[in-house]
């Protein structure tokens, strides 16, 4: 328990991770859907608020858990409530908070029918999501990490598109099918470690090299499901395409991340040695995503296909970044989850708006419409220029991180640059699809029936894009008060990560000479 700096005070993670759920409860007893909407928008601006204070007192200089609480739950089976926040997590928990209140803005109109369910549905997913980054017992890790399916398979197949049965059920079980293999793992860790959930306890122990390779499989089949990595990722474009605008969101923004956060705080921590061994594999998966995702979002005209094709490559560089085993590279994927769940968050929001007016995602439908809404085209130009990584923007600063890491990535045994430059074209690529859709909305469709009853962004839509605008130029131009935030714990990693390595290798020394 030395690695938590427990909270005597307010415990703030349990009342951001259960102000939600409870507000769920008093949200059944309102009946006036536009009360609803008022009200969810009140709760979740007021975990947004509340979230600022993890930032304001966070710090900086340890890698130990912060704001920790420690309760006992099934005391016959040592499960305990146990949760904290480090650096790895913080950005997250924060992206999280900050983007709910925007789902419930961009669901105001589009949502029509059976309103308080869908508000309970957003209410029960933010007390999900939260509690996966902060969970530090396996078991509230693992029931938070399920508790996420049902209000998203609500969300798709209630609100959804016309094939929104399909899709809710194709993302329930690709998803569980990688859920079942995590909770084999977590039961032989259990077993393995004296009968203890505690996920620290878990960390840098000396498993056996079989038993790790196992662990590692497990666990990275059930992450990369969730990013999801190519070739796991066929659920996402069609949850993505017949899921509602907030619903959308909500999978690229955080759901997505959950995978790469459980490689950082799982894979790499609890099986080390598995990790060397089967980093090239995941590497070179990583580039086929980068590659394929750019040339499917290339070929594609419907709106949500595209970025959601786009997130594919995109999560590709995060992984990349991720294995890669540097600082460099770590960091920037850290920074590239949020940066993605910013850019993506609000493409499709930009979707959604174009959606309610033309009652059409295909490119061909929106074409030209940018000549009636000059506001919605600033927008969506500068969220098509931060998706592809332009310079100024929040992606650039994350992509190049990343592919620095890459290029300095190397083993023992040689050197990989050539793994840098196979990822330059998926940036060419992203460059290239998003310019052609920019194109057409903007200057296309001079075929279209007359498109001059088309109205700009309203106040509300106004408010709900310009938050995601001013973080795309702040980490774009000002990107080191996020760095500082990961900074030491991303070092911690990987001086232990590198320690743990050095230690196995004179232990496999020692045993030869034996």
């Known amino acids: 328990m030395d690695q938590l700096l427990i909270n005597s005070g307010f415990p703030i993670l349990s009342v951001l991770i259960f ?86 803005l961009a669901s105001w109109s589009y949502i029509k029918t059976r309103v308080q369910t869908f508000m ?47 899709a809710s059920i194709k993302f329930f079980l690709y998803t569980l099918a990688g859920s079942i293999l995590l909770l084999v793992g977590i039961i032989w860790l259990y077993s393995a470690n004296n009968f203890s959930f505690f996920i620290p306890d878990m960390m840098w122990k000396d498993y056996p090299i079989t038993a790790q390779l196992y662990l590692f499989l497990a666990f990275f089949l059930a992450f990369a499901i969730k990013v999801p990595m190519f070739p796991f990722h066929t659920w996402l474009p069609a949850a993505h395409v017949e899921a509602p ?13 959950m995978g790469t956060y459980g490689f950082l705080r799982f894979a790499l921590p609890i099986t080390p040695e598995a990790t060397i061994i089967l980093m090239p594999y995941v590497l070179w998966l990583s580039i086929a995503g980068i590659i394929y995702g750019g040339f499917t979002a ?22 990349l970044g991720i294995f890669v085993l540097n600082v460099q590279g770590i960091e920037g994927a850290i920074l590239q989850m949020v940066n993605h769940g910013i850019t993506t968050g609000a493409l499709f929001l930009c979707v959604g708006m174009i959606y309610e007016r033309t009652h059409s995602r295909e ?47 190397d083993t023992a045994l040689q050197q990989f640059p050539y793994l840098a430059l196979a990822s330059i ?34 106040s509300r839509e106004i408010v709900v894009l310009a938050p995601f605008l001013f973080f795309v130029f702040w980490i774009g131009l000002g990107p080191q008060p996020f760095i500082d935030l990961i900074h030491t714990s991303v070092t911690q990693l990987l001086q232990q990560f590198d320690a743990h390595q050095a230690q196995s290798a004179v232990a496999a020394a020692g045993s030869i000479f034996q």
Request: charged share 10%.
């Open 19 to 104: 102000l939600p759920l409870a507000g769920t409860l008093l949200l059944l007893f309102i009946k006036q859907e536009e009360v609803c909407r008022y009200y969810t928008l009140a709760i979740t601006s007021f975990v947004a608020l509340l979230s600022l204070r993890l930032v304001f007192d966070f710090d900086k200089t340890t890698s130990k858990f912060q704001f920790a609480e420690k309760h006992a739950w099934i005391d016959s089976f040592n499960i305990n409530y146990i949760v904290g926040v480090d650096g790895i997590s913080i950005l997250l928990i924060l992206l999280t908070t900050l983007i709910m209140p925007f789902c419930v």
């Open 120 to 166: 309970a549905c957003l209410l029960i997913m933010e007390t999900a999501m939260i509690g996966v980054f902060v969970a530090l017992d396996f078991v509230l890790f693992y029931i938070l990490w399920e508790a996420m399916l049902i209000p998203m398979y609500m969300l798709i197949g209630i609100w959804g598109g016309p094939r929104k049965i399909y």
């Open 245 to 257: 605008t907030a619903g959308s969101v909500i999978l690229a923004s955080i759901l997505l991340k």
């Open 298 to 319: 290339l070929a594609q005209s419907d709106m949500k296909k595209l970025i959601a094709y786009s997130s594919v490559g995109h999560m590709g560089f995060v992984t």
């Open 363 to 409: 490119l061909r439908s929106a074409t030209g419409v940018g000549k009636y809404m000059p506001i919605y085209i600033t927008f969506l130009a500068f969220f098509s220029l931060s998706s592809f990584g332009f310079p100024g923007t929040n992606s650039f600063v994350g992509e190049f991180m990343i592919i620095a890491g890459a290029f300095s990535f």
């Open 425 to 458: 074209p998926g940036a060419v690529l992203a460059a290239a699809y998003m310019l052609r859709m920019l194109q057409k909305i903007i200057w296309g469709g001079t075929n279209n029936p007359d498109q001059s009853w088309i109205t700009d962004l309203n």
